[in-house]
Each structure stands twice: as C-alpha cells, then as structure tokens.
C-alpha cells in the first residue's frame, strides 16, 4: 500500500520536494487503470507535457479528447497542494463516448490506449491548423503506432506530436540474385517488440531487426530480375524519435484456449540506452535515452489483470498505482523485469517503456 499525500512529501523530504511539481493520484471509475497508467506516463514525458499545458494556454475551442486532456493535465498543474488524488471525470466521459471500445466496464489493452490517444491527438491537431480548399487530408492513424507517411496524396505538416513521438524505419530487400536493393521508409510513433525469456531490450530491438530470408513461397519479386527471388530483408531505424515509446509483445494468441494469455518472461529494460539497430544514413545515431516511464501489466491476460505506472521525476522514482502514489527505490525497478520461469503466474511486468533523448 503507498502513502498519503504528506506521508509522500515526508518520504521524498520537504527540502528536496522539486518546486512547481505535483504528485497527483488517478481515481479508478472501474477498470480505468489502463488509462490512469497511459495518462500518468505521459504526464511525465516534459516534452508531451508542455505541449498539452501550452495548448491549454490557447483560445476556448470545442470541447474534444484533446481539450479534456489539457484541462486534466492543467488540473494538476495547477493545484496548490503538492500530492493528492483527482478524479479524470470529464476525460473518461469523453473518451467513452468517442469510442465504443473503451464505452464499458471492462479491462482494456493499455497499449491500444496510448495508440489511440497519440493518433486522436494528432488528428484534432491537424484539424485545428489553418486549412484552404488546396490543402490535403491529414495522415490516418493505422493500427500499431504507424501512419501513412509515405502517400504523397496525404503527405500534410507534422504536428507536434509527430515531433515527439515519430520515428522511421527503413525497410530494406536485397535480391539474392542480382544483388539489387529496394528501401521503403515507414514511420512509427512506437515500435512493437518481441520477447524471449530471459533477454533485455537491447536483444529485442536487435532481433526486431534481424536479416530475414524469404524463400519458396515466401519468395521477393525482383523488379529488375522481373520474377520472384530469394531475398534477405530487414527494418532498421532511419529517424530516431525524440521519444521513444517500446511496447512489449506480452500476449500472445494461443489457438488451443481461443485467447490471448500473457507471456510473464523476464526482459532487463536499462536505465539508459542506445538503439544499436540503426541504418548506415541514421542521423544522431548514438543518442542517448533515459528511461522515464515504465506502465506494467499485472495479471494473466490483456482484459484482466491489473496496470500501474512508475515514473523518473527529478532524480527520484515514483509508482502510481490509481489513487495510489508511493516513491520507491531505483533498485525496486528490477521487480517489473518479469519471471525467470516459464511458469505461468501473475506477475508485475514492463509492458510499455518510455525513453527521452538526453539531450532534450
């Protein structure tokens, strides 16, 4: 169980409270914690922040998930106490009734959340600029973090959150026979991983983006050889984002029982990293990311279970677990690594990991 909101000011210690920062709880309306550790994550990624606030800042336009966003993360800002617990009222209200997904009381898929956010953010953004009859329709969102960036028929500006969160991978096939190579950019604003037992992010990123061979049925057609081929194919990064958001492929479809069960291995997720997959053209490609933000899955399956967010706030780790919020030692982040036993059981994992650029 956490603290109340002085014991966390005595735990963190009056004198070393950051100044003009707070720690607000969530209040759970009913398996709401999905959204609670979503929301929580991005209230701690600076550069998502500001931008939310400053969008506040401007003139009263309709009320859409975006405006209900600013209001909440403005609602926090702006308390006069330092901790305590809010309730997201008006942002649930809406989000249900923009989308008959989340419109229940059931346990939802975190990462489809943030997805869903990031993309209807971006939408409504786009909606907003300034338009004429010449200007094209904006960017679709699609499913798994990646829009369609590359159909010139709706290339449009990028918003802000494409500045913070859009990165691009390349896809490279090279024919075996006439050597030819063919590259097609694609950009993402998160990148889904596999996980193996007893592995790190570093080994998920590079299997992600391992050469694969297509052969027999599987066979490229070479536009140069004009049949199909034997080809080697893989996707690195082109563009690295200024963060970078990993979702954990956690759960997996399992034929025999017709659902979807969680796979509990234990993935090391560093406090820094450097993407090592990255393309020979990549700019910066020895960025350094720090760790700010983990949302861990409790539970057997995507729809139970249970999600809760730690967070890196001015040297400090806290854990939010809905109107809960304790601070917690940067030791105890190797409790949400996972289990290093294939034993199925309920356990505490990293299922989406938030990395900002240090140089931000």
Known sequence: MGVGPSGLVNDI???HFPPN?????????????????VLQALYFCKPFRDKILGYKSQPKKKETLLSCLADLFNNINTQKKKTGVIAPKKFVAKLKKENELFDNFLQQDAHEFLIYLLNTVADLLQEEKPTDKNTLKGKQGLPNGKYNGNNNETKTEPTWVHDI?????????RCLCCEGVSTRDEDFLDLSVDVEQNTSITHCLREFSNTETLSQ?????????????????????????????????RFKFVEQYQRYTKLSYRVVFPLELRLLNTSDGAESSDKLYDLVAVVVHSGSGPNRGHYITIVKSHGFWLLFDDDVVEKIEVSAIEEFYGTATDVQRS???????????RDI
Do not use: D
């Not at 969160?165 to 096939?173: A, M, P, R, V």
């Not at 490229?220 to 004009?226: G, K, R, S, W």
């Not at 356990?347 to 650029?357: A, D, M, N, R, V």
């Open 13 to 15: 210690g009056p004198e």
């Open 347 to 357: 356990t505490e994992s990293g299922y989406i990991l938030f990395y900002q650029t």
């Open 165 to 173: 969160f859009q990165g691009t991978l390349t896809n490279e096939t």
């Open 217 to 249: 049925e599987c066979k490229y057609y070479c536009e140069n050889c004009c049949s199909k081929q034997e080809a080697q194919k893989r996707m690195q990064v082109k563009k690295l984002p200024m963060i970078l958001a990993l979702h954990l492929k």
């Open 21 to 37: 920062e707070r720690y607000f709880a969530l209040v759970n309306f009913g398996n709401t914690c999905y959204c609670n550790s």
